[in-house]
């Protein structure tokens, strides 16, 4: 990949960040289902530090509420869907929340949306899950998506409209299931979303997930993945397109937790407009037991416009000598002129050079989500976010002149 | 005739420290089919003077003017120079990842020729194009230059020459990391385009060894941003033996 991935470039500000060691170890942090254990943050703590947490203080309360999106549910023909109280034993399994937003999603939610995969069945459609903001109260909201031993199947979870969402995502992936949950993030301007995911995958079992994130004022979407047994699979990927003052946050916490298990993050992002602000931790921990480990991450984002902030922090803990492989790769650069001038020199106008560059950046990623109907939509989505940034660049100065300053 | 006309050329190159002159007063006349050498030392301006013909915006014009055909080429954009027929064959190509080679292709020849090329004839042309240059059918679905080793990337480079036909190209060092036999394959892709289309050639090179398959009508010497001599063919043949010690150091200084 050639961006160009000189830091100084990157940011103009001086405001890009890469490979900041957190204080303290990943497996160190407090989880807990107790409001009590998980203050409101102050915007200091390691995990809310690059967070604009006044903006999400509504969603840091103790009691939220629940009519503040419309959720309907198209499932496949295999798939069952059930609506049950918080009581419910199949809640609570994926593991703990982590943060502040996590613990009070867990204990606001009153009811849960349960989707099942049953065993051995083989999803012959996708499910769609549609969450659509109706008002802007403060709204908690609880799904778990459960693919049983041997299931294999589509999920995806698709928000649009206004809201004030704090959300909780439980991913239970059995034993030789195969899932592939998908999460796309498409609100209207000012919609808050705080979205914890905590997944768990099985012995030989295998999440794909994807998180494709372009609207909205916040959103903050923390992706935790567990193994519980040898053999297992998680490959996350993620695409994000920030505009003017929009803040995207994606922490992922990878736990290798078990032996002979593989990782692989993907995490691509753009940024347009002053105030646009992308965020992306990728922690991984290979505990000390989690010999034969297999991962991989990497985050890129490319900085399309001056006072845009990328921060990209990959963070990974090694407890143990015998892996197979453990890497990481960040960069973040600005948009290559050289780029754009090789194309221009043949004859192909800026806007459409432009264009050619960004798509070709996401090109590979849009590939790997493998999603016909999610592919489609954001080949879309993107086409329209460059939309907004052409109107910009042909509004100022003539092509030549606006690239001479920027050069 | 189209003529490709440069006059009194100045340009200074942007740099940390303000503008910096490269070149200083410039002037040349290429007249369609005919082929212009270009040589001289390392850091005399030659790309300077190629990038700032196709409008590069690091590159400040500061005097003088260029004109196709009579039209003022230094008041295009570079995608519409490019349109007007001017093409570079760049020293460095660049890479463009996630850009098919053929997506390039197609995008690029629509633009040149104001329309979508004939689909039916388009292919198979490329397919052609690529099996002279000797270039493998499968760099279609690579990246444009992504990974492409360094004579790949000239060859891609003439295989863009002969496909968007322009009317003046700027061939800079397309020579140069060239095995013997790629320096036969593309030398032979510029003389198929100078006889199909009467392309007129300006060939910046360090060696006379291209200059054995692409025949220069004229060869000049350039040297600290101008040009200090011009010649016949057997000018570059004195050069490769002499160097370039009688024009250095004599006169203006070197600004490297
Ligand atoms: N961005 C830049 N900043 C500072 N100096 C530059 C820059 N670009 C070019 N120059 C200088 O301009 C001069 C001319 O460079 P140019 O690349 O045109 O030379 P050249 O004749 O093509 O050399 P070569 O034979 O090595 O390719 C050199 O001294 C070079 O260092
Ligand atoms: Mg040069």
Redesign the interface.
Known sequence: MAITTDHTRAVADGAHSHGVVPAGSRAERKTSFDLADIPVPTGREEEWRFSPVARLQPLFAEDLGAGGVLTTVVEAPEAKVEIVGKDDARLGTTGKPGDRTAVTAWNAAQEATVITLPAEAVASDVTSVRVEGVTKDVTAQHLLVRAEHHAEGVVVIDHRGDAMLNQTVEIVVEDGAHLTLVSVQDWTDGAVHASSHRARVGRDAKLKHVVVTFGGDVVRITPDATFTAEGGEVEMVGLYFADTDQHQEHRLFVDHAVPRCKSRVTYKGALQGVGAHTVWVGDVLIQAEAEGTDTYELNRNLVLSDGARADSVPNLEIETGEIDGAGHASATGRFDDEQLFYLMARGIPEVDARRLVVRGFFAELIEEIGVPSVRDRLIASIEAELEKSMSVITGIAPAAAGEAEQA | MPTLEIRDLHVSV?TKEGPKPILRGVDLTINSGETHAIMGPNGSGKSTLASAL?????Y?VTSGTVTLDGEDVLAM???E???AGLF?A?QY???????SVA??LR??KT??DGEAPALRTWGKEVKAAMADLRIDAAFSER??N?GFSGGEKKRHEIL?MEL?KPRFAILDETDSGLDVDALRVVSEGVNRAKQNTDVGVLLITHYTRILRYIKPDFVHVFVDGRIAEEGGPELAERLENEGYDRYVGTGTTMSA
């Open positions: 942007d196709a409008g590069h915006p690091k400040q954009t570079v995608d120079r490019a349109r570079l760049m190509p660049v890479e463009v990842p996630g850009v997506n390039f995008t690029a633009a040149i990246s444009v992504e863009q968007f």
